[in-house]
């Protein structure tokens, strides 16, 4: 356990020198830095960019913050359970089975409620069956992306790693290189991801958003611990997420501004395509679902996840602090009406 601690210690100094728009940890005695960790390289955490970007985590009280990016919401979670990470944007499919297992993270906001993922195969393949014997790759085991690969393959009657291998890749960028090197056959991707998948001739089969059922996909996670002796910087954590996302939808120009720097994107047809797709997913009040966090379990449930079926999806969930902001007139006054 110590060494694994030691290792995912490491692992976080080393994304917080590379992460786009993080500056490596001050000196000792400058301020204690707050981590925010995200897991994926996708528009869906537009809010949180902006909130860094902007200066809104500093404006509404939260001081010091660095956003690292560990690819994939399952490294996340470790994160945050080695204690090294008290916050986090993740999916979840990733925090939920890493509560079962013995972490104490909690999502206190859900940025995106419905899975905003697509399957993207190449051009000669007509529809899902045609995976069969090859390989799909998502993120990491246990993320979004592997949940969604795992609903779409069963949902057309293919048994993931029987009839079709999973892969774990490592992130967005991963995934789209492994389909243009052919490494595999189809991937499961996020915007701006998935413009660039069809820009690059490969055939969108499956967009999940369209069937919009219940589902954190892009979350605001706590470590327990952290939220019972800071629950005042946790509700200021939440109010640049909710500041985020007004900006996102008074000042467009910037919102793209910013997806492009976090995403690597310099296609302004992609940019605006990606704008308008997230656009339709964000909400102003950020609640948690119960039927999302449901959805979740009845996965972990259909794995043998032991647990699972004991679990309540109240316990994973804490929407007191957006109810606080709610009820205050913070989020009405934010959004400006």
Same mark, same amino acid.
């Given at each position: 356990?110590?060494?694994?601690? @030691? #290792? $995912?210690?490491?692992?976080? !100094?080393?994304? *917080? /020198?590379?992460?786009?728009?993080?500056?490596? =940890?001050? %000196?000792? &005695?400058?301020?204690?830095?707050?981590?925010?960790?995200?897991?994926?390289?996708?528009?869906?955490?537009?809010?949180?960019?902006?909130?860094?970007?902007?200066?809104?985590?500093?404006? @509404? #009280? $939260?001081?010091?913050?660095? !956003?690292?990016? *560990? /690819?994939?919401?399952?490294?996340?979670?470790? =994160?945050? %359970?080695? &204690?090294?990470?008290?916050?986090?944007?993740?999916?979840?499919?990733?925090?939920?089975?890493?509560?079962?297992?013995?972490?104490?993270?909690?999502?206190?906001?859900?940025?995106?409620?419905?899975?905003?993922?697509?399957?993207?195969?190449?051009?000669?393949?007509?529809?899902?069956?045609?995976?069969?014997?090859? %390989?799909? &790759?998502?993120?990491?085991?246990?993320?979004?992306?592997?949940?969604?690969?795992?609903?779409?393959?069963?949902?057309?009657?293919?048994?993931?790693?029987?009839?079709?291998?999973?892969?774990?890749?490592?992130?967005?960028?991963?995934?789209?290189?492994?389909?243009?090197?052919?490494?595999?056959?189809?991937?499961?991707?996020?915007?701006?991801?998935?413009?660039?998948?069809?820009?690059?001739?490969?055939?969108?089969?499956?967009?999940?958003?369209?069937?919009?059922?219940?589902?954190?996909?892009?979350?605001?996670?706590?470590?327990?611990?952290?939220?019972?002796?800071?629950?005042?910087?946790?509700?200021?954590?939440?109010?640049?997420?909710?500041?985020?996302?007004?900006?996102?939808?008074?000042?467009?120009?910037?919102?793209?501004?910013?997806?492009?720097?976090?995403?690597?994107?310099?296609?302004?047809?992609?940019?605006?395509?990606?704008?308008?797709?997230?656009?339709?997913?964000?909400?102003?009040?950020?609640?948690?679902?119960?039927?999302?966090?449901?959805?979740?379990?009845?996965?972990?449930?259909?794995?043998?996840?032991?647990?699972?079926?004991?679990?309540?999806?109240?316990?994973?969930?804490?929407?007191?602090?957006?109810?606080?902001?709610?009820?205050?007139?913070?989020?009405?006054?934010?959004?400006?009406?």
């Amino acid at each position: 356990m110590r060494g694994f601690r @030691y #290792g $995912l210690t490491v692992l976080v !100094l080393v994304a *917080l /020198g590379m992460s786009i728009g993080c500056p490596p =940890a001050r %000196a000792q &005695g400058a301020g204690k830095r707050i981590l925010i960790a995200y897991s994926a390289i996708s528009a869906n955490y537009a809010q949180t960019f902006i909130a860094k970007e902007a200066g809104l985590f500093d404006k @509404y #009280g $939260l001081k010091n913050t660095d !956003l690292i990016y *560990l /690819g994939g919401g399952s490294m996340v979670s470790q =994160a945050m %359970a080695s &204690g090294d990470v008290p916050l986090g944007m993740v999916a979840g499919s990733s925090l939920v089975p890493a509560d079962l297992a013995g972490s104490n993270d909690i999502l206190i906001a859900t940025s995106v409620g419905t899975v905003t993922m697509s399957l993207f195969v190449r051009k000669d393949m007509k529809k899902v069956e045609d995976l069969k014997g090859l %390989a799909v &790759g998502v993120t990491r085991f246990g993320s979004s992306t592997d949940l969604s690969a795992r609903y779409i393959l069963k949902r057309y009657n293919l048994s993931p790693g029987k009839d079709v291998n999973v892969l774990q890749l490592g992130g967005m960028p991963e995934i789209l290189a492994g389909m243009v090197n052919g490494a595999v056959a189809g991937g499961i991707s996020s915007m701006p991801t998935s413009l660039k998948l069809k820009k690059a001739g490969f055939v969108e089969l499956v967009d999940l958003g369209s069937l919009g059922f219940a589902y954190p996909h892009a979350g605001a996670a706590v470590r327990g611990a952290f939220l019972k002796t800071n629950r005042e910087e946790t509700r200021d954590f939440v109010k640049g997420l909710i500041a985020g996302t007004a900006v996102y939808f008074k000042d467009k120009e910037y919102a793209k501004k910013i997806i492009a720097k976090y995403t690597r994107t310099t296609d302004p047809e992609i940019l605006e395509e990606t704008y308008n797709y997230q656009a339709r997913y964000f909400p102003r009040v950020p609640y948690t679902s119960r039927e999302g966090v449901q959805t979740v379990l009845d996965e972990l449930i259909a794995r043998n996840l032991p647990k699972a079926k004991e679990a309540k999806p109240e316990q994973f969930y804490d929407n007191s602090l957006v109810k606080e902001l709610e009820e205050s007139g913070f989020i009405k006054q934010v959004f400006g009406r």
